[in-house]
């Protein structure tokens, strides 16, 4: 069996279990490259190569686990995130596009702001305080999570990728208030899918992705919302943002509770699948 043929035998076996056969072949691609280190270009050039007993067993035990219902990304401990390619484990969720378009936004709005300060809060993983801290000209970032594994993995990142966050551990619901304003940025991608919710979920998520990063109360779906806003009304610089990922359907309801004093303006953008994504707060200058 060639490369080629393997690749695309493989690729039919995991389109009828994901969306898409472009999802099939991105998942492929994820496998080579953890397997052998082959980019799509090596792919194609190596197509009408034999496929070594190795490669042919390491791809097939890779994608039987995938058709189990594993991420990929758990299975090689890595994902790819803004240019960066990632630890992860069970206890970090798997970054997301949206995430990344959150990134986006504070990069495109401070990429020529030296010497800010920065916190991410819910690090997980760590993607959004690297990520920040590799774009932003020589920012200072701080990250906490209420999770040790999360932190280590986080801190893994931090080395691997050669950035200079301060992550520490933290919980959202008792963050000690500053004596005095300290933060231009503070950001969050706390948990915000409500446990009704569950029931639409993928299997795949609900199986291996750390609920205590998901999920929150139907009777209080904002229940992390409300001390973050608390702490950056106080935490923030005049005239500093608060950057939050959300849950669409409680965009309104999150608005009115950060709005008035000590904001100057707040703000519900859309992501690219035009779902009301992220809310940014501009506090009073």
Request: net charge negative.
């Amino acid at each position: 069996m060639t490369i080629k043929q393997l690749f695309d035998t493989q690729k039919k076996r995991l389109t009828t279990f994901l969306d898409s056969q472009s999802e099939a072949a991105q998942t492929l691609l994820i496998i080579f490259e953890n397997i052998k280190g082959w980019s799509q270009t090596d792919i194609l050039v190596k197509g009408d190569d034999e496929a070594s007993d190795f490669v042919t067993n390491e791809v097939d035990k890779a994608v039987n686990r995938v058709i189990a219902g594993e991420p990929v990304q758990y299975i090689f401990g890595k994902a790819h995130f803004y240019g960066m390619v990632m630890n992860v484990s069970p206890a970090t969720l798997i970054p997301r596009p949206e995430t990344a378009e959150l990134v986006d936004m504070i990069v495109d709005k401070y990429k020529t702001t030296p010497d800010l300060q920065v916190l991410d809060i819910a690090t997980g993983s760590g993607c959004i305080a690297i990520a920040l801290a590799r774009n932003l000209p020589f920012a200072r970032v701080d990250a906490i999570d209420i999770s040790d594994d999360a932190l280590e993995i986080a801190r893994s990142n931090n080395i691997m990728l050669k950035t200079d966050v301060n992550f520490k551990s933290g919980d959202i619901m008792h963050l000690t208030r500053p004596t005095y304003p300290v933060y231009d940025i503070i950001v969050s991608n706390p948990p915000y899918i409500a446990q009704s919710e569950a029931a639409e979920m993928s299997p795949v998520v609900l199986d291996h992705e750390p609920s205590l990063a998901l999920f929150v109360p139907d009777s209080d779906p904002l229940k992390f919302y409300k001390p973050i806003a608390t702490y950056a009304a106080e935490a923030l610089k005049p005239g500093g943002r608060l950057y939050l990922e959300i849950n669409p359907l409680f965009a309104d309801e999150l608005k009115n509770i950060i709005s008035g004093k000590p904001w100057a303006d707040t703000e519900i953008v859309r992501d690219m699948q035009r779902n009301r994504r992220f809310i940014i707060a501009t506090k009073e200058s």
